[in-house]
Structures are given as C-alpha cells and as structure tokens.
Nanobody, 124 residues
Framework: QVQLVESGGGLVQAGGSLRLSCLASERTFSNYDMAWFRQAPGKEREFVAVIRSAGNTYYADSVKGRFTISRDNAKNTGYLQMNSLKPKDTAVYSC??????????????????WGQGTQVTVSS
C-alpha cells in the first residue's frame, strides 16, 4: 500500500504560479510512474501530466508549456510546477502512482494509489 500526501495548493491570481508536492510513503518510489490529475466542480477528472519511472514526461495539451512535472526519488517526492495560471486551472489536484513496468497511462482507472487532493483556485 502506497500512501500519497499532496501539498502546495492555494489561492493565486491569474498569471501567478504554484508548486504542488506529492510525498510518497513507498521507499521504491523510483519504480513508479507518477501522475497529476485534476477535477473541477461539475466536471470529470482529467489528466494533467505524468512522469515515468524512467523520467519521460507527458502533458495534457491544456497545460503544455505552462506546467512542469518532476520528481526527486531520493525524497520520494513528485512535483507539479504550475506557471501562468488561468482561472480555468481551478480544480482539486490529485497525484497518483502506478508501477512503472507497464506502458504509459493517461486515464485515472489505470492508477493504483491516490492522494487526498489539494485545492488550487485561480482568481481573475
């Protein structure tokens, strides 16, 4: 069982930045792909970004060029740096992991462990 704890959410003005963190309890965190998803009120959960165990990164078109996903395996922590934030980025952001021995996954049902989520609110 992998436990994930997100932090770093908050209220920011449009154009501002936030960095989310995801701390994993698993010492073999480096073997896992880590992704960020978000869910806005009344909308379905959507993929934001993923970083594979090997370090490859993938982004949703809506955040490409503005968000950067990264990881520090020595700290069992993943990050999502969010720049040039827009009101439409407002959502609960959750991190998730799955074993990295399979192909890359972009849908929530493929991930095994989830954090509790952190609220990001971007004001106009």
């Amino acid at each position: 069982q992998v436990q994930l704890v997100e932090s770093g959410g908050g209220l920011v003005q449009a154009g501002g930045s936030l960095r989310l963190s995801c701390l994993a309890s698993e010492r073999t965190f480096s073997n896992y792909d880590m992704a960020w998803f978000r869910q806005a009120p009344g909308k379905e959960r959507e993929f934001v970004a993923v970083i594979r165990s090997a370090g490859n990164t993938y982004y949703a078109d809506s955040v490409k060029g503005r968000f950067t996903i990264s990881r520090d395996n020595a700290k069992n922590t993943g990050y999502l740096q969010m720049n040039s934030l827009k009101p439409k980025d407002t959502a609960v952001y959750s991190c998730a992991v799955r074993y990295g021995g399979f192909g890359v996954a972009f849908t929530a049902d493929k991930y095994d462990y989830w954090g509790q989520g952190t609220q990001v609110t971007v004001s106009s």
